[in-house]
């Protein structure tokens, strides 16, 4: 006697395992793409209704750290 999964349980084991997968998949595309809209309309008000200034520099230093000038 073998032991494959040729069964009808054996398919619908894969078949759920695969159907999970597959689900699985989908929530993470539709989290990804509700994220970057979430961000994207975050940084359109940012950009609409955000304040803006205008203004002089007056002075600029350096400085130095960690091997890195600024």
């Known amino acids: 006697m073998s032991t494959s999964n ?3 349980f054996g398919n619908f084991k894969q078949g759920f ?10 929530v993470v595309f539709i989290g990804l793409l509700a994220g970057g809209g979430y961000i994207s309309y975050t940084n359109y008000q940012l950009r609409t209704q955000g304040a803006s200034t205008t203004g002089t520099v007056v002075r600029l ?4 750290s ?3 000038t600024s």
């Open 61 to 64: 230093e350096e400085s130095s």
């Open 66 to 68: 960690d091997g890195s």
């Open 17 to 26: 395992q695969t159907g999970c997968w597959l689900i699985f998949m989908n």
């Open 6 to 8: 040729s069964g009808f």
